[in-house]
């Protein structure tokens, strides 16, 4: 048995799915690309599925063909949109799949390929990423048969920045402009930030898988990480522990070593500010993860070699201390963390 693991809350998923429903007040694109934001992407879109999801986000073509089809009634859309001749295979076997056009070259290509067929926009409002420019929005609409409008909100984490009021206030036009589409714009923050950013259709992404992208923001923890202790060992006062020797120990110490390291998506950066669970015991870290192991201060707790301690991060605590962001420190976890549902 491998000796450390994730463990994912299904009906924590689905109660944050629920509460970003309710506070959007419209339907829910789920945001599954990056195999679920790390935590897999399958078991994401069934449980959201069975909850009422009809739409789901990936990034590429690819992610679309290695997800499979969603569910019944449900679609996937490629928020990369549609690049070229080696993606026409794909998207013919994958009739579900609309792409996300955001270049006038993007949309010339899907007409030409299926030519009726629906597929999506996004414009760019004011963050120069991906978008078509606004006066570019009719020509699109015009060559093909466009379902959703989309634009993507910069600062919607950042309550009070001004360019989120300004893409706000560019969207809308576009939305007057397109009035046979449908219009999405927010994403977790917005939904949490109110209704004025719903529009016909909500993507929510971080908020699903317990991150807490604004300040309104109420996510439940979905992941918890656990670990075997593999050795215990008593640490004389003043003894160091770890690589490099930066700590030392301020009394007689019991160490628990566990098989957990930034192998395991666990940074380094983040030892100074993660506790492990030992019964009701607080055990901190101590000294410098390793790339497959990392030091615990058990001296508190009963604890014996084989049992397990457990991690429930708090993502938007650990990236504020961190400076690590709540997406990094998601899609961060390595594959070879067997993931388990429960």
């Given at each position: 048995m491998q000796?450390?693991?994730?463990?994912?809350?299904?009906?924590?998923?689905?109660?944050?799915?629920?509460?970003h429903?309710?506070?959007?007040?419209?339907?829910?694109?789920?945001?599954?690309?990056?195999?679920?934001?790390?935590?897999?992407?399958?078991?994401?879109?069934?449980?959201?599925?069975?909850?009422?999801?009809?739409?789901?986000?990936?990034?590429?073509?690819?992610?679309?063909?290695a997800?499979?089809?969603?569910?019944e009634?449900?679609?996937?859309l490629?928020?990369?949109?549609?690049?070229?001749?080696?993606?026409?295979?794909?998207?013919?076997?994958?009739?579900?799949?609309?792409?996300?056009?955001?270049t006038?070259?993007?949309?010339?290509?899907?007409?030409a390929?299926?030519?009726?067929?629906?597929?999506?926009?996004?414009?760019?409002t004011?963050?120069?990423r991906?978008?078509l420019a606004?006066?570019?929005?009719?020509?699109?609409?015009?060559a093909?048969?466009?379902?959703?409008?989309?634009?993507?909100?910069a600062?919607a984490?950042?309550?009070?920045?001004?360019?989120?009021?300004?893409?706000?206030?560019?969207?809308r036009?576009?939305?007057?402009?397109?009035?046979g589409?449908a219009?999405?714009?927010?994403?977790?923050a917005?939904?949490?930030?109110?209704?004025?950013?719903?529009?016909?259709?909500?993507?929510?992404?971080?908020?699903?898988?317990?991150?807490?992208?604004?300040?309104?923001?109420?996510?439940?923890?979905?992941?918890?990480?656990e670990?075997?202790?593999?050795?215990?060992?008593?640490?004389p006062?003043?003894?160091?522990?770890?690589?490099?020797?930066?700590?030392?120990?301020?009394r007689?110490?019991r160490?628990?070593?566990?098989?957990?390291?930034?192998?395991?998506?666990?940074?380094?950066?983040?030892?100074?500010?993660?506790?492990f669970?030992?019964?009701?015991r607080?055990?901190?870290?101590?000294?410098?993860?390793?790339?497959?192991?990392?030091?615990?201060?058990?001296t508190?707790?009963?604890v014996?070699?084989?049992?397990?301690?457990?991690?429930?991060?708090?993502?938007?605590?650990?990236?504020?201390?961190?400076?690590?962001?709540?997406?990094?420190?998601?899609?961060?976890?390595?594959?070879?963390?067997?993931?388990?549902?429960?």
């Amino acid at each position: 048995m491998q000796p450390s693991r994730l463990v994912l809350d299904r009906t924590a998923l689905v109660a944050n799915y629920r509460w970003h429903e309710a506070r959007a007040g419209v339907p829910l694109a789920a945001a599954v690309k990056a195999d679920g934001y790390g935590l897999g992407a399958r078991p994401v879109v069934a449980a959201l599925h069975a909850a009422g999801c009809r739409a789901f986000l990936v990034s590429t073509f690819a992610e679309a063909d290695a997800l499979g089809h969603p569910g019944e009634g449900a679609s996937v859309l490629v928020l990369h949109g549609f690049t070229g001749e080696e993606e026409a295979p794909l998207a013919q076997r994958l009739p579900w799949v609309r792409p996300v056009l955001s270049t006038a070259r993007q949309v010339a290509r899907w007409a030409a390929a299926f030519p009726g067929r629906p597929a999506d926009l996004m414009v760019d409002t004011g963050m120069n990423r991906l978008g078509l420019a606004p006066a570019e929005v009719a020509p699109a609409c015009a060559a093909v048969a466009v379902a959703v409008v989309h634009s993507h909100l910069a600062t919607a984490d950042e309550p009070g920045h001004p360019l989120t009021e300004r893409q706000l206030e560019r969207f809308r036009e576009v939305v007057a402009a397109t009035p046979g589409a449908a219009h999405a714009l927010a994403n977790s923050a917005a939904i949490a930030a109110g209704p004025r950013f719903s529009f016909d259709l909500a993507r929510p992404g971080l908020g699903l898988y317990g991150g807490r992208p604004h300040p309104a923001s109420d996510s439940r923890p979905v992941l918890r990480l656990e670990a075997r202790v593999l050795q215990l060992r008593t640490v004389p006062k003043g003894a160091p522990v770890g690589y490099g020797a930066t700590w030392t120990a301020p009394r007689p110490s019991r160490i628990a070593t566990i098989n957990l390291g930034y192998a395991d998506g666990v940074p380094r950066a983040l030892a100074p500010h993660l506790s492990f669970g030992a019964g009701d015991r607080r055990c901190p870290v101590v000294g410098r993860i390793s790339m497959d192991l990392m030091a615990v201060d058990v001296t508190e707790a009963e604890v014996s070699e084989g049992d397990w301690l457990v991690l429930e991060p708090d993502l938007a605590r650990l990236s504020a201390r961190s400076g690590l962001s709540q997406y990094e420190l998601l899609t961060g976890l390595a594959r070879r963390l067997p993931r388990t549902w429960r």
